[in-house]
């Protein structure tokens, strides 16, 4: 298994929470950022994310390496989805491992506020109103979604 993976398929996440087991770790912390129906007031029916992937799987490996030196745990895994994908399903997760709770937690919550901050992921979402938008557009290298997807 990758340590980083980015996968228009459903991400298994007893598949990845397995790969946390180490007997020297006492806590395992797992976010799995959900696909929901609402977003600022409107009704959500479609989302879909895209991305660039050979920087995104760069990006995301950097994010588990700086981690990995900046916490004392054992082992950190990245996955996120691309295409769409339907309500209530795991859009992104991130599993951290440490002997100590504290650790996991840090590591987990870190890495997932530099995901969206740094990755080359968009998120696009459809509304009931007939309305569509790209969501939290990340900047990369300045580029916006649209400059990027042309570049």
């Known amino acids: 298994m990758r340590m980083v993976e980015i996968t228009e398929a459903p991400i298994p996440v007893t598949r990845w929470r397995a790969e946390m087991e180490d007997p020297a770790c006492g806590a395992v912390v797992t976010f799995e950022g959900l696909v929901r129906d609402h977003h600022q007031g409107k009704k959500v029916l479609r989302l879909s994310y895209e991305c660039y992937k050979p920087m995104a799987l760069k990006v ?16 950190l895994l990245i996955a996120h989805r691309t295409g769409e994908i339907p309500i209530g399903e795991a859009a992104v997760l991130v599993a951290a491992a440490s002997a ?3 650790e996991a937690f840090e590591a987990a919550a870190w890495a997932m506020d530099e995901i969206k901050r740094e990755a080359p992921i968009w998120k696009h979402e459809t509304y009931a109103d007939g309305t569509s ?3 939290e557009d990340h900047c990369v290298e300045g580029h916006s979604h649209e400059q990027a997807i042309r570049a």
């Open 133 to 135: 938008l790209w969501v």
């Open 60 to 75: 995301l490996a950097d994010i588990r390496e700086k981690a990995l030196g900046r916490w004392k745990i054992a082992q």
């Open 100 to 102: 100590h709770r504290k």
